[in-house]
């Protein structure tokens, strides 16, 4: 006979995921343990077995959940009757506000990634992948001759998008919605502007 599932089960699960998120972040997956994550969530270590057989397994679940579903919301954002200037706005705007809470498992990507199995960061890989290509559509659309027949160029300046946004997460993890929405129109204009820039040196070549 299944074993049925307790009704509390996906809450007791997120719990589980976000306090070990936070172990791992402060104490680095390595040095984290069951036992450790077993006592920050305030249940035993056999409980935790019951969710998850490994560290690693966590650490999948963490990462899963989190891109998996910033990468719905970016990539489900309807901004099919919007110019593609304000385009960057919306992804920009949505990518800081989603952030907004996750510090722990943001932190903890670049650690745990490459620890995982080479199935598992293919799918992490692919949701990244998505998130890439829906800004990269836009900026293309911005400045077509800027980027045309030159995918490393279009591809540098969606990551250099994307590095302007981790910096503020970096540097100011307290800011308010505000804040973001302020600092999102700035990275819309200057990566705007620059992309035209672009296309007008591609005319003139």
């Known amino acids: 006979m299944a ?22 972040a402060n104490a680095g997956f390595a040095r984290a343990s069951m036992s450790q994550i077993a006592t920050a969530c305030g249940i035993s270590k056999a409980n935790i077995y019951h969710y998850y057989d490994s560290k690693d397994a966590l650490l999948f679940d963490i990462l899963d959940t989190y891109l998996s579903e910033l990468r719905d919301r970016l990539c489900g954002l309807d901004m099919s009757a919007a110019a593609p200037e304000d385009r960057v706005v919306y992804f920009v705007r949505e990518a800081l506000l989603a952030y907004e809470g ?20 293919e799918v992490l890989k692919a949701y990244q992948r998505e998130m890439v290509r829906r800004l990269s ?17 279009l591809r540098s300046a969606t990551m250099s998008v994307f590095g302007m946004i981790n910096w503020f997460y970096m540097w100011n993890p307290g800011a308010d919605r505000a804040a973001r929405e302020d600092y999102a129109r700035l990275v819309a204009s200057m990566s705007v502007n620059g992309v035209r820039g672009l296309d007008t040196q591609s005319d003139s070549l």
């Open 137 to 153: 559509d836009t900026l293309r659309e911005i400045a077509p001759a800027a980027f045309e027949g030159d995918g490393s160029r």
């Open 3 to 24: 074993r049925t599932i307790a009704k509390d089960h996906d809450q007791k699960r997120t719990h589980i995921l976000k306090t070990a998120a936070r172990v791992f």
């Open 102 to 121: 996750m510090d722990a498992e943001h932190k903890i990507q670049s650690e745990g990634l490459p620890l995982l199995s080479s199935e598992q960061q």
